[in-house]
């Protein structure tokens, strides 16, 4: 099991595991991202593809840096007694998982209306919505003031 590893896992291995794990994670989102276009290519969902620039991907390697500090703050107050990993029934899982994705769902709408009063918007949330056309790293192009304030919403 993996919490035992992490437990035992000093800070910097810890760093580099989040690391990791976060590039994987834009790895995975980019292959989708191909095999969904691939499969639906008959269909498109959008017109164009944007290329992607150097922007697209410093931002994206500046998401998963701060993902990655995300996670060494779950990670520390774990380790810290501020929250505990238990097994649980399947029920409680099942209404953990359903607890956490409405609250989720609903913290990322309030936070993403925040984004949009005017001086957040121009600070913090533009470089996101200039890209109407999308590319594999769309996703991942935020600020990261908005990583901070998605990733502290876990």
């Known amino acids: ?25 834009v790895l995975l989102s980019v292959i989708l991202w191909i095999l969904v276009r691939k499969v639906f290519s008959s269909q498109p969902v959008f017109d164009h593809v944007r290329p992607i620039n150097l922007s697209d991907v410093v931002m994206t390697c500046g998401a998963v840096v701060m993902n990655a500090i995300v996670s060494l703050g779950g990670w520390w107050g774990w380790k810290a ?17 359903v607890a956490m994705l409405v609250l989720m769902d609903v913290g990322m709408y309030v936070t993403h209306r925040l984004a949009h009063i005017p001086v957040i918007y121009d600070i913090v949330h533009r470089r996101h919505h200039d890209h109407t056309e999308t590319n594999a790293l769309s996703l991942f192009v935020l600020s990261p003031l908005e990583v901070l304030g998605f990733g502290t919403l876990l």
């Not at 099991?1 to 994670?25: E, K, R, T, V, Y």
């Not at 649980?88 to 998982?97: N, Q, T, Y």
Request: hydrophobic share 65%; aromatic share 26%; charged share 10%.
């Open 81 to 97: 007694g501020y929250f505990s990993l238990a097994a649980l029934s399947w029920e409680r899982v099942l209404f953990d998982f």
């Open 1 to 25: 099991m993996l919490a035992p590893w992490l437990w035992q896992c000093s800070f910097p291995d810890a760093a580099w595991f989040f690391l990791i794990i976060n590039g994987l994670i």
